[in-house]
């Protein structure tokens, strides 16, 4: 295809999924149903007629978009919310994607007639719930959940993806060469996670330094700093053995509950490009499917969706977790929103690609189940947890981890003077440890005035306007302990955008 229809398709069809973003407001539909039924009447099968058959391809962008999926659904985590239900969800996500892919397993034999190490995959590639899906209906339609549920699921869709991968990798590989062995995936799978918590914390500790530190005069370019060091984090870790997608995510969580330059703008970039993936993730693989050859798999689909949201994730969740103190009603919850989405549609390409027998066959199976899943639980998950009682009006407020100055009309205003012996000299505002309560607003330099930011260095002969909430005054009196520091008097904006203060008569203490 030349260029210009390439472009002007791919524009459309952005434009197309945007648009229905609308119509999943309107009628309750999730919009990642209506991005893959764009992609499916644009393909071969549908209206638009465009032949895609490239499973390689179609893996490539499933793969990168995940990646930043990922990322920015770590971005947008609060480690004191997640905090409390940590052990929790890591046990859901890892020791209830191995149930549950057990018991799909079990369900692929009974139903269908699968043997054993292709059931097995089928159970693999479904087995996880997807961040993508889940982020995007709980979001978008303002679901709040009491009983810290809401951040339980997130975090387990977001971090049951790397043991799903695994487990799909391994069981392809073994159907591919079956003098291996399903125990030799064991010791393999705990290396993986170590290395991929590993690289995850030590990755997103280095975007804090680099973030902080680059001193780049575009604000636009730390965006796309952070994201060629979400790649990085990605490409190096699966390199040297270990869970990429694991790594992306924690990297993300460790960066976006740190002071770093420009964090407003960069959580709202990469939710963007969240959006984006999540847009052209579900595209290609509508494009992908032949809408032709589902009917042959209804029956078949249906009795595995069933099974699948009836049998093996509930009693994934009860088993992983249904020692701890919930009730019946939170862990039935916890079961209805693990939805499916395109991260087994992705998955189901591995073994397309590696010529695995009945691959095709798993493919469409996969795909019916993805859509009767999101249709299903996505559209009645509302109504499932006002029906259960753990519906919430309000979102369980903490802090946020975007940082907001906690002023008020009961602030002063001060001015600091920082001598050559002040503890701030040479520090960034990023790096100085200011209490929540205070808002730099101005620096007054011999060169000039300065309206700071993060990476705002702070030198000898500073003068410092602040505005400090009534809660902060004993801490910025300590911070200062070196400085001069005094209150000043109405403010008034110069010609050339400086504050001028007129000092007051007012110690300060």
């Known amino acids: 295809m030349a260029t210009e229809p390439l472009l002007l398709i791919t524009g459309l069809l952005l434009a197309i999924s945007v648009a229905a973003t609308r119509a999943s ?36 962008i499933g793969v990168i978009a995940l990646i930043y999926i990922l990322f920015s659904g770590g971005l947008d985590t609060d480690w004191p919310i997640i905090k409390p239900v940590l052990t929790e969800g890591l ?23 699968f043997d054993w190490p292709l059931a097995l995959l089928l159970g693999a590639i479904v087995s996880s719930t997807d961040a993508a899906a889940v982020f995007s209906v709980m979001r ?26 695994f487990l799909t990798i391994g069981l392809t590989q073994l159907l591919i060469n079956p003098q291996g062995s399903i125990i030799s995936l064991v010791p393999a799978f705990i290396f993986q996670m170590v290395l991929g918590v590993a690289g995850g914390y ?28 979400t790649l990085l984090t990605y490409g190096f870790t699966a390199l040297i053995g270990g869970n990429g997608f694991l790594a992306v995510y924690l990297a993300g969580i460790v960066l976006g509950n740190a002071n770093i330059v420009h964090k407003r703008s960069i959580l709202r970039f990469h939710d963007g490009v969240a959006w984006l993936s999540q847009i052209a993730m579900f595209l290609i693989l509508g494009l992908l499917v032949f809408p032709s050859q589902l009917p042959a798999v209804v029956g078949q689909g249906l009795a595995m969706a069933l099974w699948l949201v009836f ?79 753990v519906m919430s009006t309000q979102p369980e407020h903490v802090v946020s981890h975007l940082f907001v100055p906690d002023v008020s009309g009961a602030s002063q205003i001060l001015e600091a003077h920082i001598p050559p012996d002040s503890a701030l000299v040479g520090k ?24 700071p930011n993060g990476s705002t260095v702070f030198v000898p002969g500073d003068r410092l306007v602040l505005l400090v909430a009534p809660a902060a005054l004993s801490a910025i009196t300590d911070l200062c302990a070196s400085c001069s520091l005094k209150p000043i008097g109405p403010i008034q904006i110069g010609a050339q955008g400086q504050v001028q203060a007129r000092e007051t008569n007012v110690n300060a203490d």
């Open 428 to 451: 960034s505002l990023i790096d100085a440890d200011l209490p929540r309560g205070l808002l730099v607003v101005q620096i007054q330099r011999e060169d000039g005035y300065i309206i």
């Open 25 to 60: 407001n309107r009628f309750g539909v999730p919009a990642l149903i209506l991005f893959m039924a764009v992609g499916m009447l644009a393909g071969s099968d549908g209206p638009g007629g465009i032949a895609f058959t490239d499973a390689a391809a179609a893996q490539l």
């Open 140 to 165: 978008t339609r303002g679901i709040h959940l009491k009983h810290r549920l809401e951040p339980l699921i997130e975090l387990e869709s977001g971090s049951n993806d790397p043991i799903a991968v």
């Open 202 to 229: 030590a990755f997103g500790r280095l975007m804090i330094w680099v973030v902080n530190r680059i001193r780049l005069q575009q604000e636009g370019l730390y965006v796309v700093l952070t994201m060629a060091l």
């Open 311 to 389: 049998v093996a994730r509930p009693l994934s969740v009860m088993i992983s977790i249904g020692w701890k103190r919930r009730s019946l009603a939170q862990l039935l919850m916890i079961s209805w929103a693990g939805l499916r989405g395109a991260v087994p549609i992705v998955l189901a390409t591995f073994p397309l690609l590696a010529g695995v027998p009945d691959a095709p066959l798993l493919f469409n199976l996969v795909f019916f189940i993805v859509l009767v899943s999101v249709l299903v639980q996505g559209v009645s998950i509302s109504w499932v947890a006002r029906r259960l009682g």
């Open 91 to 113: 046990i859901l996500a890892n020791v209830g994607v191995l149930v549950s892919t057990i018991i799909a397993a079990a369900g692929a034999r009974l139903i269908l007639g």
